[in-house]
């Protein structure tokens, strides 16, 4: 019992300080996951402990300390914080809860709105008049910031309109639009000032500011969620009639709340929007469901902490908390070594994950990983899995141990050579290593490369364990009475691929370089090396200096193609591939000439969407001979986006970035004339 009182108390200690700094003084210090696994495990021990239960402890408590430096002033009902629940089953108790303490068996109807990541305040209305605003606080006594709410732009001073209460309370979430967040971020990064890590903090920093004048220049946001009268309910009986009766008033509301009648239109309006959050402007965590009516709201009350009529049905977090149990070291085809994370199994977003990318040796020591850590897994842009944080203070010392990167190759034993530059380790021995030999070669036969149809990783691995083939220019002597001796393969398979490798023999220039590897020419410079020279010979004699002035190619790529050709052994694959492969060279016209007068000539674009005169593969090579360079995310330094129906967030974003945004229409008139011609079915 000693022992569980001990953690309890050193729970409660940690969590009040994490509480401190994040409601506070708005810095928190340690992720929101990680708030809520050391709250859950409070909660778990306090409940299967409930003599242990203490007024003081963070679970009984609603909100934060107050700042000496703003006046304190008593909030005329509590500021209350919403239960929340992050699955169906805990809506279903919701309701079910919300009907046995109504002893009501009708039909209930709920109002569903879009939870705002943002800092709840309070603003008392007299004759119409903005007369005080206060933050939420401890939820009886919050801060008065009537001076700093004034200057945001979205709240009335004045009501408009008719029936106005004399009385009024207001009651939302001030938060700051995405894109001002970006913006506001972008000038501290240029005045080499710290910069906010989430919009959400960014806005309860300038609402606690002692001077108006910056909490005026951060372009804050407000939303109203709720009013209060005395006899406001007496001619509104429901929630959404007063969110209504808010707008007609001048407050601004979030017009996306929706009255549904059972969980399952609660459950669609939340799976809409929690597809949808990415597109929108600001951040929101879940949803809000409360019961419409306020006379039933009355009946059912509140509890020390939450109201009972109402609750928030939050998205699920894309993180996890696991326990790494191995880290593995991986060879490149280019021979950098990666290590990756091996952790217990994880689900995110209905995806199991058990291993995740370290990328080099400093990220070890910048997350000061050991094995046996307790960490946080996200999903980086929802897809890539990355290992964000350690939990400190939360393992066993003993159970830890130190990562020590190799100093040999972990499959051919040849030393390993650190490039500080570059930040990597390298396995300097080439096709020597059957790691790169084969990842090399998987590369060769790529789909964008001189692709085989039907030669897959495990046929290609198979071939190198028979000793069948060691270099691409193998594959070209490749029979059939070899392919046969494979596993699963038959004779239609066997001839599928020898007529895929018949026909790759004929190939673009492009589409050669890109196959042969060099480390980092991928397919938007091959395509540039293409352009800018005749044929295979003129590059490999080409110097430094004269590709370091090509557009597009920097200094290191220039000294990887460079030191590429240096190689005898590459040089002389190279020269032995041209005669198995013949290879479609540009001519001088079609590469320089003219270039330098197309619309998307050194310009950045960006591709989303879906296309019906090109495919997206075809529409980014078309740019790209056009000397355009494409990238993946917007940015302020993208010039165009390109939108085909179906576009997703990159859309809105441009919006937001008052990018140019193409249509498909204006596309096609501009390649028209530029001679190419769509793809037709």
């Given at each position: 019992?000693?022992s569980?009182?001990?953690?309890?108390?050193r729970?409660?200690?940690?969590?009040?300080?994490?509480?401190?700094?994040?409601?506070?003084?708005?810095?928190?210090?340690i992720?929101?996951?990680?708030?809520?696994?050391?709250?859950?495990?409070?909660?778990?021990?306090?409940?299967?402990?409930k003599?242990?239960?203490?007024?003081?402890?963070?679970?009984?408590?609603?909100?934060?300390?107050?700042?000496?430096r703003?006046?304190q002033?008593?909030h005329?009902s509590?500021?209350?914080?919403?239960?929340?629940?992050?699955?169906l089953?805990?809506?279903?108790?919701?309701?079910?809860?919300?009907?046995?303490?109504?002893?009501?068996?009708?039909?209930?109807?709920?109002?569903?709105?879009?939870?705002?990541?943002?800092?709840?305040?309070?603003?008392?209305?007299?004759?119409?008049?903005?007369?005080?605003?206060?933050?939420?606080?401890?939820?009886?006594k919050?801060?008065?910031?009537?001076?700093?709410?004034?200057?945001?732009?979205?709240?009335?001073?004045?009501?408009k309109?008719?029936?106005?209460?004399?009385?009024?309370?207001?009651?939302?979430?001030?938060?700051?639009?995405?894109?001002?967040?970006?913006?506001?971020?972008?000038?501290?990064y240029?005045n080499?000032?710290?910069?906010?890590?989430?919009?959400?903090?960014?806005?309860?920093?300038?609402?606690?500011?002692i001077?108006?004048?910056?909490?005026?220049?951060?372009?804050?946001?407000?939303?109203?969620?709720?009013?209060?009268?005395c006899?406001?309910?007496?001619?509104?009986?429901?929630q959404?009639?007063?969110?209504?009766?808010?707008?007609?008033?001048?407050?601004?509301?979030?017009?996306?709340?929706?009255?549904?009648?059972?969980?399952?239109?609660?459950?669609?309006?939340?799976?809409?929007f929690?597809?949808?959050?990415?597109?929108?402007?600001?951040?929101?965590?879940?949803?809000?469901?409360?019961?419409?009516?306020?006379?039933?709201?009355?009946?059912?009350g509140?509890?020390?902490?939450?109201?009972?009529?109402?609750?928030?049905?939050?998205?699920?977090?894309?993180?996890?908390?696991?326990?790494?149990?191995?880290?593995?070291?991986?060879?490149?085809?280019?021979?950098?070594?990666?290590?990756?994370?091996?952790?217990?199994p994880?689900?995110?977003?209905?995806?199991?994950i058990?291993?995740?990318?370290?990328?080099?040796?400093?990220?070890?020591?910048?997350?000061?990983?050991?094995?046996?850590?307790s960490?946080?897994v996200?999903?980086s842009?929802?897809v890539?899995?990355?290992?964000?944080?350690?939990?400190?203070?939360?393992?066993?010392?003993?159970?830890?141990?130190?990562?020590?990167?190799?100093?040999?190759?972990?499959v051919?034993?040849?030393?390993?050579?650190?490039?500080?530059?570059?930040?990597i380790?390298?396995?300097?021995?080439?096709?020597?290593?059957?790691?790169?030999?084969?990842?090399?070669?998987?590369?060769?036969?790529?789909?964008?490369?001189?692709?085989?149809e039907?030669?897959g990783?495990?046929?290609?691995?198979?071939?190198?364990?028979?000793?069948?083939?060691?270099?691409?220019?193998?594959?070209?002597?490749?029979?059939?009475?070899?392919?046969?001796?494979?596993k699963?393969?038959?004779?239609?398979?066997?001839?599928?691929?020898?007529?895929?490798?018949?026909?790759?023999?004929?190939?673009?220039?492009?589409?050669?370089?890109?196959?042969l590897?060099?480390?980092?020419?991928?397919?938007?410079?091959?395509?540039?090396?293409?352009?800018?020279f005749v044929?295979?010979?003129?590059?490999?004699c080409?110097?430094v200096?004269?590709l370091?002035?090509?557009?597009?190619?920097?200094?290191?790529?220039?000294?990887?193609?460079?030191?590429?050709?240096?190689?005898?052994?590459?040089?002389?694959?190279?020269?032995?591939?041209?005669?198995?492969?013949?290879?479609?060279q540009?001519?001088?016209?079609?590469?320089?000439?003219?270039?330098?007068?197309?619309?998307?000539?050194?310009?950045n674009?960006?591709?989303?969407?879906?296309?019906?005169?090109?495919?997206?593969?075809?529409?980014?090579?078309?740019?790209?001979?056009?000397r355009?360079?494409?990238?993946n995310?917007?940015?302020?330094?993208?010039?165009?986006?390109?939108?085909?129906?179906?576009?997703?967030?990159?859309?809105?974003?441009?919006?937001?970035?008052?990018?140019?945004?193409?249509?498909?229409k204006e596309?096609?008139?501009?390649?028209?004339r530029?001679?190419?011609?769509?793809?037709?079915?």
């Amino acid at each position: 019992m000693k022992s569980i009182k001990n953690k309890i108390d050193r729970l409660r200690k940690q969590i009040s300080r994490y509480a401190y700094f994040y409601h506070t003084l708005d810095q928190p210090i340690i992720s929101d996951i990680e708030y809520d696994y050391l709250f859950h495990q409070l909660y778990t021990l306090e409940l299967q402990n409930k003599q242990l239960i203490v007024s003081n402890s963070p679970t009984q408590r609603i909100g934060s300390d107050l700042l000496q430096r703003f006046k304190q002033v008593l909030h005329f009902s509590p500021m209350l914080s919403l239960d929340n629940t992050f699955t169906l089953k805990g809506l279903l108790d919701f309701e079910r809860r919300v009907k046995k303490l109504c002893h009501l068996d009708q039909e209930i109807f709920f109002c569903c709105e879009l939870k705002i990541d943002g800092v709840a305040i309070s603003i008392i209305y007299e004759e119409g008049t903005l007369i005080r605003a206060a933050t939420r606080g401890d939820g009886i006594k919050g801060e008065n910031i009537t001076a700093n709410v004034k200057t945001i732009q979205s709240i009335p001073i004045q009501l408009k309109g008719l029936n106005i209460p004399k009385r009024l309370e207001v009651r939302g979430e001030v938060f700051m639009l995405k894109s001002d967040f970006l913006e506001l971020n972008k000038k501290f990064y240029l005045n080499k000032k710290q910069s906010f890590s989430n919009p959400r903090n960014a806005a309860a920093g300038a609402l606690r500011n002692i001077n108006p004048k910056i909490t005026e220049s951060r372009k804050l946001a407000f939303f109203c969620y709720s009013v209060h009268s005395c006899f406001l309910e007496e001619q509104h009986d429901n929630q959404n009639e007063l969110l209504m009766q808010c707008e007609m008033w001048g407050l601004p509301i979030d017009k996306s709340f929706l009255v549904c009648s059972n969980y399952n239109d609660i459950l669609k309006f939340y799976q809409k929007f929690e597809k949808k959050r990415h597109t929108l402007n600001f951040d929101i965590d879940g949803i809000v469901v409360k019961v419409n009516s306020v006379t039933i709201q009355k009946r059912l009350g509140c509890t020390a902490k939450h109201p009972r009529w109402a609750i928030a049905f939050k998205f699920t977090s894309q993180e996890r908390i696991t326990s790494l149990y191995d880290v593995k070291f991986q060879v490149g085809r280019t021979g950098v070594i990666t290590p990756i994370a091996l952790f217990k199994p994880i689900n995110i977003s209905g995806v199991t994950i058990k291993k995740a990318s370290l990328y080099n040796k400093n990220e070890i020591k910048r997350l000061n990983l050991h094995i046996g850590d307790s960490i946080i897994v996200g999903r980086s842009g929802d897809v890539i899995p990355k290992v964000l944080k350690v939990i400190e203070n939360f393992n066993n010392p003993k159970n830890m141990k130190k990562i020590f990167f190799p100093i040999f190759c972990p499959v051919c034993n040849s030393k390993l050579l650190e490039n500080p530059e570059e930040k990597i380790i390298r396995c300097h021995a080439g096709l020597t290593c059957d790691a790169q030999k084969k990842k090399n070669i998987y590369h060769f036969f790529s789909k964008n490369a001189l692709y085989i149809e039907g030669l897959g990783n495990k046929i290609i691995d198979d071939l190198i364990n028979k000793k069948y083939v060691a270099t691409p220019i193998d594959f070209f002597y490749l029979t059939y009475n070899k392919l046969m001796t494979l596993k699963n393969i038959r004779s239609k398979k066997s001839k599928k691929i020898l007529f895929s490798i018949e026909r790759c023999k004929n190939t673009t220039f492009k589409r050669f370089i890109y196959a042969l590897g060099i480390p980092q020419v991928g397919e938007s410079v091959a395509e540039i090396l293409a352009n800018h020279f005749v044929n295979i010979n003129k590059l490999m004699c080409s110097d430094v200096g004269n590709l370091y002035r090509i557009y597009g190619v920097g200094k290191i790529i220039s000294h990887n193609i460079f030191n590429y050709f240096s190689i005898s052994s590459n040089r002389t694959m190279v020269f032995d591939l041209e005669k198995i492969v013949n290879i479609s060279q540009n001519s001088k016209e079609n590469t320089i000439c003219n270039i330098k007068n197309t619309f998307f000539f050194q310009k950045n674009i960006v591709i989303t969407g879906v296309f019906e005169t090109f495919s997206r593969t075809e529409l980014k090579d078309i740019l790209i001979s056009m000397r355009a360079k494409i990238l993946n995310g917007i940015s302020k330094n993208v010039d165009i986006v390109i939108c085909g129906n179906k576009a997703g967030s990159k859309f809105s974003q441009a919006k937001n970035y008052k990018i140019k945004i193409m249509n498909e229409k204006e596309l096609n008139y501009i390649l028209g004339r530029a001679g190419f011609e769509p793809a037709t079915n």
